[in-house]
């Protein structure tokens, strides 16, 4: 008899979903009244002329891009080594949530606390990384 094998998505798959809308929301909020349908003939052009806040948050949007690959690759291995679902469950909450706060800090101008919002962020993943391992 044939059996269906249906998916099951934990919590830390879908935060590693949430993760990969971060960097679109920050493009978003770069661009929010002040790109034109004109600007996306050179999209990147556009992105060097920014300043203040909207140069921020594409730096966030950076930023995000980047810490994704360790993210995902930490929740695969976490998953992999069968780590305690709940605790990496939580684990990948407070990273997206601390990954939210830091776009936020970061288009605020708020640098101390950014760097040390990066900084918890990344003991996080770490914890993640290494939840399976015995």
């Given at each position: 008899m044939n059996s269906l094998h249906i998916a099951r998505f934990t919590v830390a798959y879908w935060c590693v979903f949430a993760m990969a809308l971060i960097p679109?929301?920050?493009a978003?909020?770069?661009?929010?009244?002040?790109?034109?349908?004109?600007d996306n003939r050179d999209p990147?052009?556009?992105?060097?002329?920014?300043?203040?806040?909207?140069?921020?948050?594409l730096a966030a949007q950076s930023n995000t891009f980047e810490c994704l690959p360790f993210?995902?690759?930490?929740?695969?291995?976490?998953?992999?080594?069968?780590?305690?679902q709940t605790l990496l469950d939580l684990l990948a909450l407070a990273f997206v949530m601390l990954r939210?706060?830091?776009?936020?800090?970061?288009v605020s101008d708020m640098p101390t606390i950014r760097s040390a919002v990066w900084l918890g962020a990344f003991a996080?993943?770490?914890?993640?990384?290494f939840l399976g391992y015995r």
């Open positions: 679109i929301a920050c978003m909020l770069a661009k929010r009244g002040g790109f034109r349908a004109a990147r052009g556009w992105a060097e002329r920014q300043t203040d806040w909207r140069a921020r948050a993210f995902i690759g930490a929740v695969i291995v976490a998953h992999q080594l069968g780590a305690a939210m706060f830091y776009v936020l800090m970061y996080v993943n770490v914890a993640i990384f």
